[in-house]
Nanobody, 122 residues
């Protein structure tokens, strides 16, 4: 059982930045694909970014060039650096973990954090 704990959410003005962190309990953290998802009120939970390694990342079109996902396997932590934030980025952001080889669908991920709220004011 992998436990994931997100942190770093908050309220920020449009154009600002936030850095989300997700700490994992699992010693074999490096064996998991890590993803960041977000869910706005009344909407589906969608992929924001995923990472297997520094050379294997993918992003939703809406965040390309603004968000960067990274991981530190020594610290069992995955990060999401969010720059040039827009009001439409407002959502609860979730960290998720799944087995190697999975893609960007939420059903492919086995473990989830509790979520952290990101609110971007205009």
């Amino acid at each position: 059982q992998v436990q994931l704990v997100e942190s770093g959410g908050g309220l920020v003005q449009a154009g600002g930045s936030l850095r989300l962190s997700c700490a994992a309990s699992e010693r074999t953290f490096s064996n998991y694909v890590m993803g960041w998802f977000r869910q706005a009120p009344g909407k589906e939970r969608d992929i924001v970014a995923r990472i297997w390694s520094a050379d294997s990342t993918s992003y939703a079109d809406s965040v390309k060039g603004r968000f960067t996902i990274s991981r530190d396997n020594a610290k069992n932590t995955v990060y999401l650096q969010m720059n040039s934030l827009k009001p439409e980025d407002t959502a609860v952001y979730y960290c998720a973990a799944g087995p190697r080889g999975i893609g960007s669908y939420s059903w492919q991920y086995d473990y989830w954090g509790q979520g952290t709220q990101v609110t971007v004011s205009s």
